[in-house]
Structure formats: structure tokens, C-alpha cells
């Protein structure tokens, strides 16, 4: 019974890291139609700065946003100079994100070697909750409530502001949201830059209960990557729903039949793609 | 007639080069070296069939590659036989291209991709997770490497010729291929599918079989692999060796047939270099593969032959002047 | 019997009727223009003809036979060829390898894995006797890329003619064209024989009804005039279509 319960929470708050993970990773796609294949990268990164900034002794949310806001600043350099120069070429796009995403992943490698490192959790989160006579580990909550508080203000900035009126514009028409004036191509680098910085956010919350280690990117890519697709790219409800149930997925997966962990991830986004390219939520990629 | 006899006297250079290469070559360490970038340019025009002349992007390639190499090991380890194994080796991979092509096909471009990766991830996560099936992390290990003819390929030398024959043969193959008017109809599909779907082609079909003949390739390819190591892990189908395999058909450039084999070679050579000095093998292959996309989407092999021809012209022209300059 | 009857066909993209229980029928040897404003669903209506879009409803006679169903790729088999408003031409190549790949579609090489394309000698002659048509078989080796965008439209119609089709769609055949290429091309299409019916989409009405026996005029997906040129022309609801109300 316990098993379960514990798997349960580890599943929302895997699903609560996801979402801070894929949400940026769905506008992105949404928008540039990339799937950012150093997105997982972004995540890896930036809980690798997250992890120094804490051994400077920086307070854990100061570290959080701080390497949200270098991560972000990276993604826009990277978008401003490399991918726009591709622009309209989304195949050559893909590419040289697959690229970096080798470039990050070694540097991480000879930057903070090969341990893993687990920052301690924030004093004050530490310790569980106790409802209805159970106990929840409280840091697990907490990510779960930070990723419906971004949740929420995604939400307002996409479906309540003129900027967020852009972005969407965009993703249901660049072409055409060009035509009637909006900066498409600034849109890029700040959405692509905001996903960046999402992403190492997500990655500084999630070190004291997942650690930072080699390879991570290459573990969450994939997961980005069915949220999406199963979410729809493009919609944050998508992203939402879809975190939580990959979540799931991944952990009882992992626990009921370990042999085929990945099977059982990457079949549904197999048969999305091949049935429903759409995604539940959202519009196709064409 | 012009144009033909530098080609074919370029072809015979090289033949006889290859040919020869274990007398010119002693140390055997470098004939290693050739037999890697002859088996993995096996691979690369593998991959091309679909990259270049499909106008696919496959990044799931090395699933077939590992596939091929994985069953053979498996199954020398049970006692079979080698030509027994490799014939299941290469059948099941076709088996598995097949899978891949109905899956996949049903896209392009992108949505192609990402299929393709999925799927390669799948069979990669098959071989990493599943142990009590592919001995997981610790590999497969192949005790001994076939005999051919009666010949052992234990040596270096000796496979080295193997491994050329096999080239030369899979070589020969992709030209045919490419030539042939089923070639030609695969490069419509690529330019303008809609428009070879009017004119009565089933482009589907085409590229299904295309991707059969890519799966074939690269599944032959592995098995080289497998017995050049004689071991086999998980990571051969990891994305990064699709990737590396898509980086040397890229960097040659995917309008030749040459391309993707000086794509293997430049590949093949930088990696073994940099990983004998350093471990940043990783981030060098990221760097290049940044700065091909980047700065030359041709590839390397088209760049430095207009580079070579504008060059040559250049210097036709100024002999010319300087000859007239002098005429009385 | 007919060369085309197109029976009641209805297609909508989601709330937008794009055509609307269009009527057509077509006899064998006719010259027939569609006409009609920008969206009035002109393109569509070829689409669905030629199977490149399924039809909500209603029925598509090629010759008497149903091919409603019929997969687009197997309708160039039966004898449809149809060019393009947009060029589509296979860019990298020449003249003629644009105008073989035509004739390999229809033929059952091309699903041969041996031999060269170009080295097929009765392809090749095929091609530049398509080519002479339009009056093009002396540039026949040259790259598509060193060609005129005249030069272009008339490798389109080549193309099309080197299938022999019974039924050519000639989709805005004019466009982007100077004034001596438009004569080049209105006096190519009066050399087609009688054995080729050709249904022609065009805007530019100066230069098409000269060709056309009969004219249909679509607005917003439906067919609101269809008849002989003279009808046609002096119907008044042809005016208001393109006046405005």
C-alpha cells in the first residue's frame, strides 16, 4: 500500500518537474515548429548552475531564478545567432540543437565531472506532511505547488496579455501573424529563451529530489518530448495533463516492468504521432 | 568521353590504393583504422539512400545497425552457426525497417525525424533495459569472426579484405540503385512528392522500398561492426550514433555517392585522433556538427569541389590571358 | 458518354463550403474554361478531380466509370494529367528528365532497380516528341534552372501531354506569362487533338475564352453560370460575379 502511495507522489512531482520542463518545450515547438532537441540540456544545465550557486551559499530560490535567468539568457543568444540564421529551415534547426545538446552534455561532463550531486533540500521544506494519516514528504508537494503556481502564470501571460495574444497568433499562423504585423521573429528568441529558462528553473527545483548527473538530459528530452506530443504541441493544458500522466507512466512503468521502461514511454508517443499527430489538446505540425 | 576519364582514372586510383593499402599500410593499428571508415561508409550510404536521395531524415539508423549486430552476437553465443546467424541478423533487421518504414512513412520531414528517434529509442532503451534478453549493460561478446573461403579474417589484414569486399559490393549497389529509374523516381518523390503522386507514382511504395534497401545496408554494416569488435553494447544504438552516422553523411554532402564515404573518413579519422589524445569526443562531435549546419549545409565534399573548380577555372583563364597577352 | 462528369460534389474544410454541389460534365474532345474569381474554389474543384482531395460527397465519372475512389495516383493511369498554378517542376534536373519522369510514371519501369533512365531510348524519344510540342526540344539538356519562367510553363504542359492523357487540367496554364509566350501557349494548346478533352482554369478571360467552347463561372464553390461562350459572357449574373453587387 505504501509503495504505491509513495510511487503516487513521486508521480506528481516528476509530473510537477515535467511540466516546468515542457511547457517551455511545447511553445517552442508550437511556435518555431522545432522540436529543441537540447532541451533536456537546458534542464541539466541549469541544475548544474543551480548546484554551484547553493556551494556560494546562495539562498535555493535566489539559485533557482538566477540560473533561470542564465539559462534564458544563453537560450536567446543561441536563437538570436545560430538558429536564426536557419531560419526557415527547420530540419538544419533541429540539427544543430541536436548538436549543442552534445556540446552541453560534455561540458557539463568536464565541468562537474562525472558524480552526481545532490543539493541539500531547503531547510525549511525539509521533513513530511502528515494528511489523513498519512505522510507526504513535504518537498515533493511543494514542487507540485511551484509547478501550478508557473502554471498559472503562464496561463495569464498566454491567454491574458497582448504578448501572449502574439505568441499564440503565432502559433496558429506565423506566417500570417507576420503579415498582420507582430514580430514573429522576435517572438522566437523570447519564447525560446523563456523555454530555456523554464527548463533550468525546473532543473534547480528538481535537484534535491532527482540529484544532477550525466545523462539526465538525455532522460528528460525523450519525456519533453512525449508530453508533447501527447499533450499537443503547442497547448500548455496539453503540457499540464500530459506531465502528470507521463509521470505516472514513467514510475509505475518503471516499478510493475522495469525490462521495458522505455517501451512503455515512447510506444503512446509512437502511436500518437502515427494516429492523432495532433496531440489530445492540440493543433498538428505541418 | 571528356569527362569521364578523370572519374574512372579517380576510381582506379582508389582501387588500386584499397587494394593494396595492408602493403603500404604495415602497422596494423592503421588498417583498423581503414576497416572502421570502410564499413561505417557501408553505413553512411546507407543512411544517404534515404537522407539524400529520399529527402528523409533518419535518427533512428543506428537501431538498424545495432539490431543486425545484436541478433548475430546472440546468436553465434547460442552456438549457431555464422552464416545461419548473419542470414537471421540481416533478415530480422529488414524485419525491423519494415516497422520502422510503416510507422514512420506515414510523415515527412519532421514528424519523420521524430519517429524515427522514438523508435530508435525504443529498441535502444530494448537492448540497455532488457538484460535477461541482450546481457544489458555487459554486452554481447563474439568469440571468433568467420572464416571465408577457408580463410581466417582474425587478422587485421585479412579482414581489412573482407571488409573492403563488402564495400566495394555495397558500393557498386548504390550506384546501380541510384541510377536506376527506380532511383530516379525516389529523387522525385524527394523534390516534389505531391507532384510525382499526379503523375502516377505511388510514392509510398517508393519510399517503403527505399527504406527497406537503407535497412539492408546498414544492417550489413553492423554485422561488420560486430565482428570487427567481436562485442556488442547498447550504446552502438544510442542517438548519438545516429547521429554520428547522419554527421558523415552530412559533412560529405548527400548529393554523391562520395560524400558519405568521405564523411565516414573524416568522421571515423577525428574520432579515433581525438579520443587517443582526449575524452571530449562528445563535444568536438557537437562543435562540428554545429558548424556544418551552420556554414556548410552542402557538406564538405560539394564545397571543396566548387571551391576546386572555380580554382581551376580561375587558372584556365589566366593562362589564356597571359597567352594572348603575348600573341604577336 | 461523357469524358468527365462531376455529379453534385461537395467539399467543406471545416465550416467553409469550398464547393458546393458543383455539376460539370464535359464531352469527349471539348474545350472547356472554368472561370470565377480568386476562392471561388476553382483549384479545389481540379483537386478533387484529380483525387489529390477526397469529396464530402457526390460522385467523380471519368469516361463513364466511377472514380470517386479511386486513389489520385491510379487517375494518371486512367488517363488524367493536369498542370499546376504554382510550377512544380523537378528543379535539379533538365528539360528532359523533367519531361521523362512524366512518362516513367505510367510505365512499369519505374519499378526497375537496373539500367539508367536516361539511356531508355523510347522514353527519351517519347519525351522530345512531347517537348517539340511546345516547341522546346532544342534546350532539351538543359538544367530546369537555366530556364525562363515561359520556358517552364511550357515544360509543365509537356509534361503533361507526354501521359497522352483523354482528360488534361490546364490549372492558370497563362499566368505570369508575357504577351508573344501567351500566343506561344494559346497556339500550342489549339495544336492538341481532338482525342485530348481539356478543362482549363484560367482568370485572365481575355486570353482563355478565345480557347474555350463552353465556360462554367464558380463563385464561392457553386456554379453559377454554365453554357457556351456567347451564354456564358452575356449572362449578367457573370457581371455581377465580377463587378460586384
Redesign the interface.
Known amino acids: 500500500m505504501s509503495l504505491w502511495l509513495t510511487l503516487a507522489v513521486n508521480s506528481i512531482a516528476l509530473g510537477g518537474l515535467l511540466f516546468l520542463l515542457s511547457a517551455g518545450f511545447s511553445l517552442i515547438f508550437g511556435l518555431m515548429r522545432i522540436p529543441n532537441l537540447m532541451h533536456g540540456s537546458f534542464f541539466m544545465l541549469g541544475a548544474y548552475f543551480g548546484v554551484t550557486f547553493l556551494e556560494r551559499g546562495l539562498d535555493f530560490w535566489l539559485a533557482a531564478l538566477l540560473s533561470g535567468v542564465a539559462m534564458a539568457l544563453i537560450g536567446g543568444l543561441i536563437e538570436r545567432f545560430l538558429l536564426k540564421r536557419l531560419s526557415g529551415q527547420e530540419l538544419p534547426q533541429v540539427l544543430l540543437t541536436l548538436g549543442f545538446s552534445f556540446i552541453i552534455a560534455d561540458l557539463c561532463l568536464m565541468i562537474w565531472t562525472g558524480d552526481p550531486w545532490q543539493p541539500a533540500t531547503p531547510a525549511e521544506l525539509r521533513g513530511a506532511l502528515q494528511i489523513a494519516g498519512l505522510f507526504f514528504p513535504l518537498y515533493r508537494l511543494v514542487i507540485v505547488a511551484v509547478a501550478v503556481v508557473v502554471a498559472i502564470a503562464l496561463w495569464l501571460l498566454v491567454d491574458w496579455t497582448r504578448l501572449g495574444a502574439k505568441i499564440r497568433a503565432g502559433v496558429d499562423d506565423a506566417p500570417i501573424a507576420r503579415m498582420v504585423g507582430i514580430p514573429v521573429s522576435r517572438l522566437f528568441t523570447l519564447v525560446f529563451a523563456l523555454g530555456a529558462g523554464l527548463a533550468a528553473f525546473g532543473g534547480v527545483i528538481g535537484a534535491p529530489y532527482l540529484s544532477v548527473y550525466p545523462g539526465m538530459d538525455a532522460e528528460m528530452l525523450p519525456l519533453a518530448l512525449i508530453v508533447v506530443i501527447l499533450g499537443g504541441i503547442g497547448s500548455l493544458v496539453g503540457a499540464f495533463v500530459g506531465s502528470f500522466v507521463i509521470g505516472f507512466l514513467y514510475n509505475f512503468g518503471q516499478a510493475m516492468f522495469p525490462d521495458l521502461a522505455y517501451v512503455i514511454l515512447f510506444l503512446p508517443m509512437v502511436l500518437v504521432l502515427v494516429l492523432r499527430p495532433q496531440g489530445l489538446f492540440g493543433r498538428g505540425v505541418s | 568521353m571528356k569527362r569521364r576519364v578523370p572519374r574512372f582514372a579517380a576510381i582506379g586510383v582508389a582501387a588500386v590504393l584499397l587494394l593494396t593499402l595492408p602493403s603500404w599500410i604495415a602497422n596494423s593499428y592503421y588498417v583498423n583504422i581503414a576497416s572502421q571508415i570502410l564499413l561505417w561508409a557501408v553505413a553512411a550510404l546507407a543512411l544517404n539512400v534515404l537522407v539524400g536521395y529520399g529527402g528523409l ?1 533518419s ?1 533512428g539508423h543506428a537501431a538498424l545497425f545495432g539490431t543486425a549486430g545484436y541478433t548475430a552476437a546472440l546468436l553465434l553465443q547460442a552456438g549457431h552457426g555464422h552464416f545461419a546467424a548473419d542470414l537471421a541478423a540481416i533478415a530480422f533487421t529488414l524485419l525491423v525497417s519494415a516497422v520502422f518504414a510503416v ?1 514512420s512513412l ?2 515527412t ?3 519523420f ?3 524515427t ?3 530508435g ?2 529498441l ?3 537492448a ?6 541482450t546481457q544489458g549493460d555487459n554486452g554481447v561478446n563474439v568469440a571468433t569472426r568467420p572464416q571465408l573461403f577457408g580463410i581466417s579474417l582474425a587478422t587485421a589484414d585479412a579482414f581489412y579484405y573482407a571488409v573492403l569486399a563488402v564495400f566495394v559490393l555495397a558500393a557498386i549497389s548504390m550506384a ?2 541510384v ?7 525516389l ?2 518523390t524527394r ?2 512528392a ?10 509510398w511504395l517508393i519510399r517503403f522500398i527505399a527504406f527497406l534497401f537503407s535497412g539492408f545496408w546498414t544492417g550489413v554494416a553492423g554485422l561488420l561492426f560486430v565482428y570487427y569488435n567481436q562485442f556488442i553494447s547498447p550504446q552502438i544504438m544510442a ?2 550514433t545516429s ?1 554520428e552516422i ?1 554527421l558523415m553523411v ?1 559533412s560529405g554532402g548527400t548529393a554523391t555517392l562520395v560524400g558519405p564515404i568521405a564523411g565516414a573518413a573524416i568522421v571515423v579519422v577525428m574520432k579515433n585522433v581525438i579520443s587517443a589524445y582526449v575524452e ?1 569526443w ?2 568536438v ?6 558548424l556544418i ?2 556554414f556548410m ?1 552542402d557538406g564538405l565534399i560539394p564545397g571543396t569541389t566548387r571551391i576546386w573548380r572555380h580554382g581551376w577555372r580561375a587558372l584556365r583563364a589566366r593562362v589564356a590571358l597571359s597567352r594572348a597577352g603575348r600573341a604577336p | 458518354m461523357t469524358a468527365l462528369a462531376v455529379n453534385a460534389l461537395c467539399k467543406s474544410f471545416g465550416g467553409l463550403r469550398v464547393t458546393s454541389s458543383v455539376n460539370l460534365s464535359v464531352e469527349p474532345g471539348e474545350r472547356r474554361l472554368i472561370i470565377g474569381p480568386n476562392g471561388a474554389g476553382k483549384t479545389t474543384l481540379f483537386n478533387l478531380i484529380t483525387g489529390e482531395l477526397s469529396p464530402d460527397s457526390g460522385s467523380i465519372e471519368l469516361f463513364g466509370d466511377n472514380i470517386t475512389k479511386v486513389a489520385s495516383r491510379k487517375r494518371a493511369h486512367l488517363g488524367i494529367a493536369r498542370t499546376y498554378q504554382i510550377i512544380t517542376l523537378f528543379a535539379r534536373e533538365t528539360i528532359l528528365h523533367n519531361v521523362s519522369l512524366a512518362l516513367l510514371g505510367l510505365s512499369p519501369l519505374r519499378w526497375s532497380f537496373f539500367g539508367n533512365l536516361d539511356h531508355q531510348r523510347h522514353i527519351a524519344e517519347s519525351a522530345r516528341e512531347a517537348l517539340a510540342h511546345v516547341g522546346l526540344e532544342g534546350i532539351a539538356a538543359r538544367p530546369l534552372a537555366q530556364t525562363s519562367y515561359g520556358e517552364r510553363r511550357r515544360v509543365e504542359i509537356a509534361m503533361a501531354l507526354a501521359q497522352k492523357p483523354r482528360l488534361l487540367l490546364l490549372d492558370e496554364p497563362f499566368a505570369g506569362l508575357s504577351i508573344d509566350e501567351r500566343r506561344d501557349v494559346q497556339q500550342l494548346l489549339r495544336r492538341i487533338p481532338r482525342d485530348v478533352s481539356i478543362v482549363m482554369i484560367e482568370h485572365n478571360m481575355d486570353v482563355a475564352l478565345d480557347f474555350a467552347e463552353k465556360v462554367t463561372l464558380l463563385h464561392f464553390g457553386e456554379v453559377i453560370v454554365d453554357g457556351t461562350r456567347g451564354d456564358v459572357v452575356n449572362d449578367p449574373r457573370t457581371k455581377e460575379v465580377y463587378l460586384g453587387h
Do not use: E, K, T
Not at chain 2, 179 to 185: E, H, K, Q, T, Y
Not at chain 2, 285 to 290: A, C, K, S, T
Open positions: 531524415v535518427l510507422l506515414r510523415s520531414g519532421i514528424i525525424l521524430m519517429i528517434l522514438a523508435l529509442q525504443i535502444w532503451g530494448i540497455y533495459r532488457w538484460a535477461s534478453l546501380i540503385f541510377g536506376s529509374p527506380f532511383g530516379a523516381s529523387r522525385g523534390d516534389q505531391r507532384r510525382m503522386n499526379a503523375l502516377g507514382y505511388n510514392v542517438l548519438q547521429a547522419l552530412i571530449r562528445n563535444l562531435l557537437g562543435v562540428i556538427f554545429v549546419i551552420s549545409p
